[in-house]
């Protein structure tokens, strides 16, 4: 047994010289991953050759203190389009040890993951090797604690415009005052003060193992940055959200919270691009988005970790704890524990599809009530917004999202190529745009409706902006050199109008007041401008916040009136499913899109139905039973199609009685003879009351709430409540569906097409003794679609 004490003693003792604390145990660690690398670049390996350490979880997060970052050479790291890999991203990492002179190279490509079946692409990074100092460079070394520390300038002096996207770079020469330390700004340049370049360094000749606990190497930055990568990639955590809505949450894989708030309120960054939901290019171009997650795997373990370099920024570093030799690799993996658990449920992989068999969104039901709880609580948030962030959503809307989606749903007319998971995506944006529209128009007439006492209906215009005089007292305005031919000097600048009167000619003239309390009189129109924002570069900083102000005000109903134009410009117009199905080709993207706008109707219908207390719990296992479900199902989607494609409201009418006496007659086949378990199940109702177990349960003798498991009913049937089943589960289902529509036809003297006495005609209910009482409740309904 090897005696490890003393050379423990001496690493201990070599750290606090560089004011590092380490304990014993934590040397012993260290120690333990230098003769594992050793043995590595020797080729063997066995279990003497580690030192007395128990292992330990190597799970980012679990040690403590703040990660160091290693030194990455930013001219030497490039990211390129592999033609030989589909144009994937390849990166090329070269990262520096400052304290032994080692430059480490790495290759990050994408590849098909192999974290799960499922997971796509993924990134993996492969260690080429190390090069070390030429023995004829060794003068350049350069010892930092000869060096005064570095400059609080050297940063990146970069100004970005968020609307052109201009950058502005700030260069000169000693602008730092510490340019005397660093060497020229080559494109090889290597070390801490430049003090190298790459032909410096020659490749080692011993395999040289990298391992992020090795002395002098820590962490490896993957990329300056995830996100944000444009100006537009950072938005409210409120506009986001309506966004992500808007593209099925696809945008939330990919947010990022971060500290600093914009417009007052939280962050987030997103490179997803405001008219697909996915990726945009630039993001695709770069390698962070393809590191996979390790999720609730714990067979996998984590290497990269999620850091901010900045309060507005995110970027990504790689963290190797086993020893790699020259050509191995491994995958990228980032653990985001708690969060994004929301879209791992959507996607099936969460905490609860793998305990508790919660299905994915790719089960049509349990998306849906998902999604009923999303627009819930969107709507919930839309009906606190202020009038300003109504403006902001519809100017985004208008400027950033609408005419891309627009533009490409247009093209399923023309025929779309199958498996384009966008166009799916903005054919539902498209119809969510407009729904969001109509609340956030409601909203707005709201608050409309408190300023002017109620209501809502008064013009937004009044006429009051004449052209006859643009100038009005109170108002700001630019003087351009007056008075003239004066002893006072002329002056040029901001003034406010005091008041406006006639001169002999009958014109205008003004009396204008200044910020240090003059005035000027008769001051002709003439000589007056209406003023922009650089006409207040010398104006008092009070001035120029009254002008917006007022600015503002004046503003404020040409603004409305372009909101509710906005609000227009989404109406929804379904010409473009019409046109895509008249056109004679079909596709199996077009089938998909029609299937999914119909589950998007029907999502609508039933939040309608459920805000206006008509229907309760939709497709819950524990109040409707399998034929019920598939029933309302059937229903719905009836509808919808009736919505999506005009359809004629006499033959809704017989289908919606025809499904209706259909289902009846199964429910009816199923009670009156001894059927099989998987007969009797389409009746059943899932009783969770007990903890310990599921069991479905049926109704017998609904009065006395009698419950029988299906087990026990097959051993001993008993008769079921028919008449329960045929109010409860199909009357119930059925007539707030058909209550949406307006029945009555263009003639008063014709009978409705549908009422709720030939629904129970049609599914043989006699005994209408409930069924009174229901009517009573539901008499005063009134249509709520427009067909």
Not at 270 to 280: L, N
Not at 744 to 772: A, Q, W
Request: with cysteine.
């Amino acid at each position: 047994n090897f005696d490890w004490s003393p050379l423990v003693n001496r690493y201990v003792a070599h750290l606090g010289k560089m004011r590092r604390k380490i304990s014993s145990t934590e040397a012993i660690e260290v120690m333990n991953k230098w003769r594992q690398g050793a043995c590595l670049a020797l080729g063997s390996h066995s279990r003497e050759d580690s030192c007395n350490f128990p292992q330990q979880n190597s799970r980012l997060g679990k040690d403590s203190g703040t990660p160091e970052m290693m030194n990455t050479v930013p001219n030497l790291s490039l990211t390129l389009a592999d033609e030989e890999n589909e144009g994937f991203p390849r990166r090329t990492i070269f990262t520096y040890d400052r304290s032994n002179y080692i430059l480490y190279e790495f290759v990050a490509s994408v590849k098909d993951s192999m974290c799960s079946a499922n997971a796509g692409k993924g990134a993996f990074l492969t260690y080429k090797g190390a090069k070390i100092l030429r023995a004829s460079s060794a003068w350049k070394k350069k010892d930092p604690r000869d060096i005064p520390s570095m400059s609080q300038t050297r940063k990146p002096l970069e100004a970005i415009f968020s609307t052109s996207g201009a950058t502005v770079t700030l260069k000169g020469t000693n602008i730092h005052s510490d340019e005397l330390h660093y060497g020229p700004e080559n494109d090889d340049c290597v070390g801490l003060y430049r003090e190298f370049v790459l032909d410096d360094f020659v490749d080692a000749e011993d395999n040289i193992t990298f391992s992020s606990k090795h002395l002098g190497c820590a962490l490896i930055e993957l990329e300056s940055r995830y996100a944000p990568l444009l100006p537009i990639d950072r938005k409210t955590d409120q506009l986001f959200s309506l966004k992500d809505f808007i593209f099925s949450h696809e945008p939330s894989s990919w947010r990022f919270d971060v500290t600093e708030e914009i417009n007052g309120h939280p962050q987030v960054v997103d490179f997803t691009d405001d008219t697909t939901g996915a990726p945009h290019d630039l993001a695709r171009a770069h390698m962070s988005m393809y590191v996979n997650e390790v999720g609730h795997n714990m067979d996998l373990v984590e290497n990269v970790s999620a850091c901010c370099p900045s309060p507005r920024a995110v970027a990504y570093y790689i963290h190797i704890d086993k020893p790699m030799a020259k050509g191995d690799t491994v995958e990228l993996l980032v653990n985001y524990k708690g969060q994004y658990e929301t879209m791992r449920e959507r996607r099936g992989y969460g905490k609860a599809n793998l305990l508790h068999g919660v299905k994915s969104d790719a089960h049509d039901i349990t998306r849906v009530q998902r999604n009923l709880k999303d627009r819930f609580l969107v709507e919930e948030s839309i009906l606190k917004f202020t009038e300003d962030e109504i403006r902001q959503v519809m100017d985004f809307f208008k400027t950033r999202v609408w005419d891309g989606v627009k533009a490409a749903t247009s093209t399923f007319a023309t025929g779309c190529k199958d498996g384009d998971s966008n166009l799916l995506r903005q054919c539902i944006a498209r119809r969510r745009m407009y729904w969001l529209s109509k609340i956030l128009k409601a909203r707005f007439h709201e608050l409309l409706g408190r300023e002017r006492g109620g209501s809502s209906s008064l013009p937004l215009l009044d006429g009051s902006d004449s052209e006859e005089c643009i100038f009005q007292p109170g108002m700001f305005v630019f003087v351009n050199d007056w008075p003239q031919n004066d002893h006072r000097p002329p002056y040029t600048g901001i003034a406010t109008i005091t008041s406006i009167s006639k001169n002999k000619l009958n014109r205008n003239v003004l009396e204008l007041s200044l910020s240090d309390g003059k005035s000027i009189e008769s001051v002709p129109e003439a000589v007056v401008t209406v003023p922009t924002h650089d006409d207040f570069k010398d104006a008092p900083k009070r001035t120029y916040s009254n002008w917006m102000k007022w600015k503002k005000q004046e503003d404020l109903p040409r603004m409305r009136l372009k909101v509710l134009k906005g609000f227009d410009t989404m109406k929804w117009d379904p010409s473009f499913v019409w046109d895509g199905l008249s056109s004679g080709s079909s596709s199996e993207m077009q089938t998909n899109i029609i299937q999914s706008l119909r589950w998007e109707l029907s999502e609508e219908l039933l939040f309608l139905l459920m805000t206006n207390k008509r229907l309760s719990h939709p497709f819950d296992e524990k109040t409707w039973c399998p034929l019920s479900v598939l029933l309302l199902t059937k229903c719905l989607h009836l509808v919808a199609d009736f919505l999506l494609m005009g359809r004629d409201k006499k033959i809704l009418s017989k289908a919606l009685t025809g499904l209706a006496r259909d289902a009846a007659n199964t429910m009816k086949n199923i009670i009156n003879k001894i059927a099989n378990a998987s007969d009797v199940g389409n009746l059943a109702f899932v009783d969770k009351s007990n903890k310990q177990r599921v069991v479905q349960v049926l109704i017998v003798e609904a009065v006395k709430t009698n419950k029988l498991t299906v087990e026990d009913y097959l051993k001993k049937p008993q008769p079921l409540d028919l008449e329960w089943y045929l109010v409860h589960q199909f009357i119930l289902a059925v007539h707030p569906i058909a209550s949406l529509i307006d029945w009555r036809s263009s003639s008063s003297t014709d009978n409705p097409l549908y009422s709720i006495e030939k629904l129970c005609e049609d599914v043989g209910l006699e005994d209408t003794s409930y069924l009174n009482f229901y009517t009573s409740k539901v008499q005063d309904w009134r249509p709520l679609v427009n067909q």
